[in-house]
C-alpha cells in the first residue's frame, strides 16, 4: 500500500514561497503520475499541478502557471511543488495524489493514492 506524506506547508505573507515535498513510501514503485490539488474551506478540492513518471509532462492550473514548478525525485520518491508569488486567496490545504497511470490528469478521481494534507495560509 502505497503512502504520501506532504511537508513544508506553512504561514507566508502575500508574494513569498513556500516549496511543498511529497514522500511516498510501501511500494512507490507502482507510482506513475503524480498531482498536487488544493482545498480551500467551503470549496471543493480543485487541481493545482501534474507531472508525468519520469517527469517528461507536466501540466499546471491557469491560475499558477508561471509561479508553480511540479518536479520530482524519482531517486527518493519524492514530488515537489515550488510556490512563488502566493497570494492569500491560495489559502487552502495542499494534497499530493498518485497514479498508477503516466497520463497526466487534472480530476481527483483519477488518483488513486492521497496523503493526508499540509496547511498553507498565505497572509495579505
Known amino acids: 500500500q502505497v503512502q504520501l506524506v506532504e511537508s513544508g506547508g506553512g504561514l507566508v505573507q502575500a508574494g513569498g514561497s513556500l516549496r511543498l515535498s511529497c514522500a511516498a513510501s510501501g511500494g512507490a514503485f507502482s507510482i506513475s503520475s503524480m498531482g498536487w490539488f488544493r482545498q480551500a474551506p467551503g470549496k471543493e478540492r480543485e487541481f493545482v499541478a501534474a507531472?508525468?513518471?519520469?517527469?517528461?509532462?507536466?501540466n499546471y492550473a491557469d491560475s499558477v502557471k508561471g509561479r508553480f514548478t511540479i518536479s520530482r525525485d524519482n531517486a527518493r520518491n519524492t514530488v515537489y511543488l515550488q510556490m512563488n508569488n502566493l497570494k492569500p486567496e491560495e489559502t487552502a490545504v495542499y494534497y499530493c495524489?498518485?497514479?498508477?497511470?503516466?497520463?497526466?490528469?487534472?480530476?481527483?478521481?483519477?488518483?488513486?493514492?492521497w496523503g493526508k494534507g499540509t496547511q498553507v495560509t498565505v497572509s495579505s
Open positions: 507531472i508525468s513518471r519520469f517527469g517528461s509532462t507536466t
Open positions: 495524489a498518485a497514479s498508477m497511470s503516466n497520463i497526466v490528469k487534472v480530476t481527483p478521481n483519477f488518483y488513486d493514492y
